[in-house]
């Protein structure tokens, strides 16, 4: 759509926002159509995208609302102390999530950083200044063997060692007096033996604390408080992700104390491993909004448009003969109604990297994921009327490559 009909549809629109398919502007993004001072993406050279992957960080995760962009400009024209902001917000943010205290991070990964080093340190500044050497320290995580990934990485900064476990039973065995803290991933938690309530209950049962990487979880919007109702000692989630606040923010929420410690680890402080996790006072207020706004949403609402926005495309890919198309929900992780299309490879003899290839060099261009055999789609960071765009181009490409 050219921008003046963007801005033409857009002037029509009552301020309610009745619902007409998917091309009202729900909770608009930060405003496409205002004209650029500069536009520095083209005056680089730089390639824009229509988003229908998801909230992927290598494609610069998702697009903040507009009170959230308004937030950071207008944050940005005036000083504030960064321990100031962290006081206040992270108040604010332990009361929506129902957390005894919270601070902002830069990113889930910080979080996760930051928390565990709180653990090991406490408020005891040599410890801070001694990471990550762990002399006369406690120095190892219980991670179950399907849970542990590469975001392991984040707690082995620390210093820490990881040790895999599978069963409640070895979890009893591997409690030590070195055991300093009990790892929980949540997109791991269907693969795992122990559940996320019995992780909490055997962290309890021997004092160990406990922290979730709920990162990619922010749906359904219960689980930013059910992890602190369930008596997780720390909870890690990316603001750049379901959230769509910034995407170099995150939030680190759990027990006073150790979000106390986790902070002495963490900016504005220096001599410490989290230095180079800097979090600005935009970032801050900015991740505030975010979350607020977010719960706030009318999640229902956002949930069908989602739906419709994928039925739109579902039927643009299955126009084509020979496409075949399933929508599912994952259980856990980027929780989202997800569209995957295959095809018959006599009728269209293209493999789905090389369509993938296609859609992403058209105009405009367009990215999503999967593998060889099919394309995987996802709705929620389109913005409005980008499902149609989507339909059409997938449409045309899969017709282009029909015999
Ligand atoms: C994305 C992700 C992270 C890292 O989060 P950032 O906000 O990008 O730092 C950590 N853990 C899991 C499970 C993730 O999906």
Excluded at 270 to 288: D, F, Q, S, T, W
Aim: some cysteine.
């Amino acid at each position: 759509m050219k921008r003046r009909e963007v801005i033409r549809n857009l002037s029509v629109l009552p301020v309610s926002g009745v619902v007409l398919g998917s091309a009202i502007p729900f909770e608009s993004m930060a405003s496409a159509t205002a004209a650029p001072k500069r536009d520095i993406f083209k005056e680089l050279g730089i390639r824009t995208f229509i988003n229908a992957a998801g909230t992927y960080t290598a494609l610069s995760g998702c697009i903040m609302h507009e009170e959230v962009v308004e937030t950071i400009r207008y944050s940005s024209q005036k000083y504030a102390a960064i321990d100031e902001c962290q006081d206040a917000v992270g108040k604010k943010i332990a009361e929506l999530c129902h957390a005894e205290s919270a601070m902002v991070t830069a990113g889930c990964w910080s979080a996760l950083v930051l928390g565990t080093a709180g653990v090991l340190t406490g408020l005891d500044s040599k410890k801070v200044a001694q990471l990550p050497h762990l002399e006369n320290m406690k120095s190892e995580v219980l991670v179950q063997k399907e849970h542990n990934h590469g975001y392991v990485h984040a707690l082995t900064n620390t210093g820490i060692r990881v040790v895999e476990v599978e069963t409640a039973e070895d979890v009893e065995k591997a409690i030590n007096d070195n055991t300093a803290m009990m790892w929980f991933l949540n997109y791991a938690g269907p693969n795992g033996k122990i559940k996320d309530m019995e992780w909490v209950a055997l962290g309890r049962k021997h004092g160990i604390p406990t922290m979730i990487d709920m990162a990619a979880d922010a749906t359904p919007v219960e689980n930013l408080w059910k992890f602190n109702d369930m008596g997780f000692d720390l909870v890690c989630v990316s603001g750049g992700k379901g959230l769509t606040g910034p995407q170099s923010a995150g939030i680190l929420m759990g027990k006073k104390d150790l979000i106390a410690a986790a902070r002495l680890n963490a900016p504005p402080r220096g001599g410490n491993i989290g230095r180079g996790m800097k979090v600005n006072k935009e970032e801050i207020l900015a991740m505030y909004v975010a979350l607020e706004k977010f719960i706030n949403r009318d999640h229902k609402k956002q949930w069908t448009i989602w739906e419709n926005r994928i039925a739109v495309m579902e039927k643009g890919a299955k126009s084509v003969a020979g496409v075949t198309t399933t929508v599912t929900v994952p259980p856990v992780a980027n929780i989202t109604p997800t569209l995957t299309i295959s095809w018959d490879i006599t009728k269209i003899p293209v493999d789905a990297n090389e369509m993938r290839s296609r859609l992403r060099k058209g105009n405009p261009s367009i990215e999503m994921m999967g593998g060889k055999e099919n394309l995987v789609i996802t709705a929620w960071m389109l913005r409005d009327g980008e499902d149609k765009i989507v339909a059409s181009k997938l449409a045309e490409e899969l017709k282009k490559a029909s015999v």
